[in-house]
């Protein structure tokens, strides 16, 4: 079975991560938001794990992309957890809305 090609993989994370940025820039909700910053971070580890193929006796890339996951993890219960509290004390989790509560 043939392997797939470094080129697709990138393409692959190069889509994910347009996504991920057209999700940040367009988006309203903060959830959707982070859902954006998730699909950045996922389209880094595909493409530290796909030039990580190419040197198989070193595992850096595996090794980085764990610790971007570790990150992206923590980086979610803390980020949630502000949204939470953002949501209690403005009761909406639209950006602008909480930027125009805030200013007012």
Known sequence: ??????EHILLLGAVLFSIGILAVITKRHAVVVLMGIELIFNAANLNLIAFSRYDPSL?????????????A????????????????????ANLPDIVSKENS
């Open 59 to 71: 595992l850096q890339g595996q090794l980085f992309s764990l610790f971007v996951i570790v990150v």
């Open 73 to 92: 993890a923590a980086e979610a219960a803390v980020a949630l957890a502000i949204v939470l509290r953002v949501y209690q004390h403005f009761h909406t």
């Open 1 to 6: 079975m043939e392997a797939i090609p470094l």
